[in-house]
């Protein structure tokens, strides 16, 4: 799929095209183009075929043009064109933490700055601390941004590990229907970010089968580069459709299959903790399988290994070494949050704010999904740069809404906002108005680099508000862009629990935030967390399965997960904390 790549393209374009102050109205025509594309689930190139791209709202005849070149030619000559007026490499600038278009433009036509390197000598010399508009503060936290940039591991997000992924299990699919295909390590246990993709193939029988899919594997067109080949295992670098990533093949007999995916699937710390136990009961466990003696006890069935070792089976998502072998030991495990337990969504943006879609196509993918309810959450005013709803704008929202629902069946819409925290811990909207809505969460976007006491005397302050229901995306991390701020988490979570106030798990997989210990934090100390997808399209409304996984591996249960609530049980949560 040309999908990312093309979205990249439209969105570089309009980066070139801000940098070389070009008009507002077409840059911001292009970064649309480049969500929308982002956004489609299906093959655009198939789209394009059929003709139905032509109907997707918001993309104009001039979009479809430069989408077909790109699809016939594989570049754009406009995009060429634009990389033609700036030096080659400019837009390296905008990979660095804290700067963006704006930014690089003013580094640019005032000194002169084309590369990291000439940035890097004007943070030095002082020059860009006097920029006007940049100051030491800023300056400082490009220099922090460039030192993150360097030091970035190379680990990559989990949508990029199962674009990976998918491109390789479709090719072992279509090398033979006979074989079992899994994937294994942290993919598998659904960890936060990525470091290798591994894949566990399971073969009956033949020696040489495993050698001739290894060499299928490693020859295969979407190779960069061979980092090992061998009879049972290759590992090389695939390109995907935002990044290279490593993906490790490993075949394995059919026999031992179960044994090996416990054994691939880690973590490396579980393994260890269950290894002992296989010890003290005078066993041994490998990656072939659970021996007493020279007998195989366990090895096609993973669930067999945690049985016989006397374990309740755990799932990937809990294999930490977080307390989950104690657990499954004297059978205490969580019953795990499940997206069947999932009635709703919290957070999502409209086109009223900086989404692409209306109220009424999110609540139709919503009822699709089989939700009884969304909670529809666009900026606030002070977030200008995401075209937030004045206090009047939101109240004639909340009149739509109320319209809505006479005519919506199976499905209701909440009115809600994703309300500012002011940088002296206020609330960008006044009480009147908040109460006026059915549920509000409220987050920092602006001053995310204050000092820890700053960042969380305001996120304590706005949970005292008594009309806010959930702090979103409380450490305001974004993976390989930013930083999370720096935050008490555990004052956040002790305050949470004190205003009956709720924390947000967000399940865009920049963020993730909540992460997965801090969940447990939350949930040990009695918060209700809410999974919101801070979907700006219905495609993204697809993204749940993210932040569910993150709360399961925080040990949440239905009864921590707020969307697991009825519409009734949302209001009573909401007014026990009211006035
Ligand atoms: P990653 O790739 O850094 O996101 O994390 P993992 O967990 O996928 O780690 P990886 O790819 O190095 O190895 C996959 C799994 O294989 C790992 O979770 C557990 C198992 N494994 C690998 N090496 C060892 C080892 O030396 N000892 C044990 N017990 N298990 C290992
Ligand atoms: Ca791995
Ligand atoms: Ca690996
Ligand atoms: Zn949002």
């Not at 005292?464 to 988490?489: K, Q, S, W």
């Not at 997989?509 to 939350?522: E, G, S, Y």
Request: include cysteine.
């Amino acid at each position: 799929m040309k999908n990312a790549v093309l979205s990249d393209v439209f969105g570089r374009m309009a980066d070139i095209m801000e940098i070389l102050g070009e008009d507002r109205f077409r840059i911001n025509s292009y970064r649309k183009v480049s969500r929308i594309i982002g956004d489609i689930p299906a093959d655009i190139e198939l789209l394009l075929e059929t003709g139905r791209l032509a109907d997707t709202p918001g993309i104009g005849k001039s979009s479809l043009a430069k989408i077909k070149e790109f699809v016939e030619t594989g570049s754009i000559t406009a995009h060429q064109d634009l990389l033609a007026k700036i030096p080659p490499n400019l837009l390296d600038l905008l990979q660095i933490p804290g700067i963006g278009p704006k930014g690089v433009k003013a580094v640019y036509d005032k000194l002169n700055v084309t590369s990291i390197a000439d940035l890097k000598d004007a943070i030095e010399t002082g020059s860009l601390a006097q920029l006007p508009g940049f100051g030491e503060k800023k300056a400082a936290g490009i220099a922090r941004g460039i030192a993150f940039l360097e030091k970035s591991t190379g680990r990559i997000r989990i949508d990029q590990a199962l674009e990976a992924a998918g491109i390789v299990g479709a090719m072992l699919r279509s090398y033979s229907e006979l074989l079992t295909i899994q994937t294994a390590g942290s993919l598998r246990r659904r960890a936060e970010t990525i470091g290798d993709v591994d894949i566990l193939v399971g073969i009956a029988g033949q020696e040489n089968a495993s050698k001739r899919i290894i060499e299928a594997f490693t020859k295969a067109a979407f190779v960069k580069e061979v980092l090992a080949s061998g009879s049972t295992k290759g590992s090389v670098i695939i390109e995907t459709s935002t990044c290279d990533v490593q993906v490790d093949v490993r075949v394995v007999p059919e026999e031992s299959f179960g044994a090996a995916w416990q054994y691939f699937t880690g973590s490396k710390a579980h393994n260890v903790r269950l290894r002992e136990i296989a010890v003290k009961a005078k066993l041994k466990l490998n990656e072939y399988g659970l021996f007493k003696g020279d007998k195989m006890i366990a090895g096609v069935d993973e669930r067999q290994i945690y049985k016989k070792l006397d374990l309740d089976y755990i799932l990937p998502v809990l294999r930490e070494d977080r307390g989950e072998i104690e657990a499954a030991k004297n059978h205490s495990l969580p019953k795990l949050i499940e997206f069947a337990d999932i009635k709703g969504d919290f957070h999502m943006h409209t086109v009223a704010s900086d989404g692409d879609c209306e109220i009424e196509e999110l609540a139709e993918t919503a009822a699709d999904l089989g939700y009884k309810y969304i909670c529809i959450t666009d900026h606030s005013h002070s977030l200008a740069i995401a075209n937030g709803l004045s206090p009047k704008k939101l109240a004639r929202q909340i009149d739509q809404i109320r319209r809505i629902n006479e005519k919506l069946k199976g499905i209701t819409v909440l009115a809600g906002t994703e309300v500012d925290i002011l940088s002296d811990g206020s609330i960008d909207f006044d009480n009147e108005l908040l109460a006026d809505l059915d549920f509000v969460i409220a987050s920092i976007h602006l001053g995310q680099s204050g000092a820890r006491e700053e960042i969380t005397m305001r996120t304590l302050k706005a949970m005292d508000n008594p009309y806010v229901n959930c702090i979103a995306h409380p450490t305001g991390r974004l993976f390989g862009r930013r930083e999370p701020m720096d935050i008490d988490i555990a004052a956040v979570v002790a305050h949470a629990a004190q205003t009956h106030t709720a924390l947000e798990v967000n399940a865009n997989p920049w963020r993730l935030d909540l992460k997965d210990t801090h969940c447990k934090m939350a949930i040990e100390a009695g918060v209700k967390l809410a999974i919101g997808t801070d979907a700006h399209s219905t495609v993204a409304l697809g993204l749940m399965g993210f932040g569910l996984a993150t709360a399961a591996r925080g040990w949440a249960t239905k009864a921590d997960i707020l969307n697991s609530f009825t519409v009734t049980q949302i209001r009573k949560f909401v007014n026990k904390k009211r006035p």
